[in-house]
């Protein structure tokens, strides 16, 4: 038999595909952060602990993608630039301003895992696991970022607005290219 687009292999390449680009761009977004930031500070060292979650959800999907031989996305070296220069601005802007970005982020991250839990359902134990304990943990990050003044950032409801709505296109993209 062979393989048409839709099968169920494709979904679930696809979903590593994205997932393991979103984790390199979440450890570029903290890069920039902490560029700016320095590490000196409270809200820096959680970052950084944040930031290491976000590398071993990204070793992990690395691993994925070699071990099933999934294609990684093409866009990588973009987002490479795009996420390091975002973590850079809203660090830039201000503590806050970092905190908002890590708040849209993992809101649409929440978003995007359920979507992928609720289509796996017992496809694919192992990864359905992963994503399962890493959108914990993402909502952690989400939690954390609220609680220390993400929606205090200068106009925060244009940039979640603008973060979320990036956030959405970066998947989609990541998923095909």
Request: aromatic share 6%.
């Amino acid at each position: 038999m062979s393989w048409k687009p839709g099968d169920r292999r494709e979904g679930t390449s696809s979903m590593v595909r994205v997932d393991q680009a979103g984790e390199y761009g979440a450890t570029r977004i903290y890069a920039g952060q902490l560029a700016v930031m320095g590490d000196r500070t409270p809200m820096a060292r959680m970052i950084a602990g944040m930031a290491s979650q976000e590398e071993r959800h990204r070793a992990f999907f690395d691993s994925m993608i070699a071990r099933r031989g999934v294609r990684p996305t093409a866009l990588q070296p973009f987002w490479d630039v795009a996420g390091f220069a975002l973590g850079a601005v809203t660090a830039a802007i201000g503590p806050e301003a970092a905190m908002a970005c890590t708040a849209a982020i993992e809101t649409e991250i929440d978003l995007h895992y359920q979507q992928q839990l609720e289509e796996l359902g017992s496809g694919d134990p192992e990864l359905a696991e992963a994503v399962a304990r890493f959108r914990d943990e993402e909502l952690e990050h989400r939690d954390t970022a609220l609680e220390h003044g993400a929606e205090q950032a200068p106009a925060y409801p244009v940039l979640s607005g603008l973060i979320r709505a990036g956030c959405r296109a970066a998947i989609a993209v990541s998923k095909r290219i």
